[in-house]
């Protein structure tokens, strides 16, 4: 059995968000442009050979059975047979709530990093198909390609995007995905655009002018931000952002911030850095 592996579990923006319908099961039909990002959480993974599923620090809020990454190592363990466990710690920096996959991200480093120590030798589109089970953002997380989806945000077609620099402003509130999903004054009956149609002329979220009247804070980042460029909601939120030319630019207007906001800058990358991180065999 491997030794340890030490994974970075990167953070994701929502270039795009169009809800263009609802399946008869409850979820939305949406076309999103996910572009991953250098900054993230980590992952400290170490086999064991007793069956356990160690977790360490727990989640404020969030029972074991209920967290992704154990719920993520459980399905690998189910779907292989494999029968030694792990001890996993993660080490967080993304916001919980903030739309930009923490959750969904450490569930996809775990599945990768997983099936990389326990040899258990599945392949980025078997892991897709398992992780997609535990959430519809997991799936390009363990493809690591920033990309055009579809479906409910699980047909992904890989995209090469100019790799701006991005401030991202994290407002102190945690937005429930499922919560703005279900609520009544949602839009979902944008109109289907293409790829090249976004590439010419972008696109908007859907959830923004919801969840910016429901939650003052994310409406007080928006403001806030649209002073240095377009700011924009990521996923269902909380975190906005705007894109800038430079890591100075971006870092310039961080220095701005009110002391009662909180943000960072990262950069916008075309292939995860969870992949670039991994031993070659």
């Known amino acids: 059995m491997n030794s340890c592996l030490e994974l970075p579990s990167p953070a994701k923006l929502n270039l795009m968000l169009h809800i263009t319908g609802r399946r008869e099961d409850g979820y939305h039909q949406l076309q999103t442009v996910f572009q991953l990002l250098d900054f993230g959480d980590t992952l400290k993974i170490t086999p064991q050979t007793t069956p356990d599923i160690e977790l360490n620090p727990p989640l404020p809020g969030v029972p074991l059975e209920n967290n992704l990454i154990y719920r993520a190592a459980n399905i690998l363990k189910e779907y292989t047979g494999f029968n030694g466990g792990a001890k996993i710690t993660l080490d967080k920096k993304l916001p919980m709530g903030g739309g930009i996959g923490g959750g969904s991200s450490n569930a996809a480093t775990a599945l990768v990093g997983l099936n990389h120590l326990w040899n258990t030798d599945l392949t980025y589109n078997e892991l897709a198909k398992l992780g997609a089970k535990l959430g519809a953002d997991i799936p390009v997380f363990i493809e690591g390609r920033t990309a055009w989806a579809e479906g409910i945000g699980e047909i992904l077609t890989p995209l090469e995007l100019p790799e701006y620099w991005y401030l991202v402003l994290a407002p102190q509130c945690h937005v429930s995905t499922a919560k703005i999903f279900c609520h009544k004054d949602l839009t979902r009956d944008t109109l289907a655009i293409t790829v090249a149609a976004f590439l010419e002329r972008g696109g908007k979220n859907d959830c923004q002018p ?9 409406r007080d980042a928006v ?8 700011a924009q909601l990521t ?7 705007a894109p800038f030319d430079s890591k100075e630019a971006a870092r310039a207007v961080l220095a701005k911030l009110p002391k009662h906001m909180q943000g960072f800058v990262a950069k916008g990358v075309n292939q995860s850095p969870l992949h670039q991180s991994l031993p070659r065999a």
Do not use: K
């Open 223 to 230: 403001e806030w931000l649209n002073q240095f460029g377009r």
């Open 210 to 218: 919801l969840v910016e009247t429901l939650f003052p804070q994310v």
């Open 235 to 241: 996923g269902t939120g909380a975190c906005v952002f």
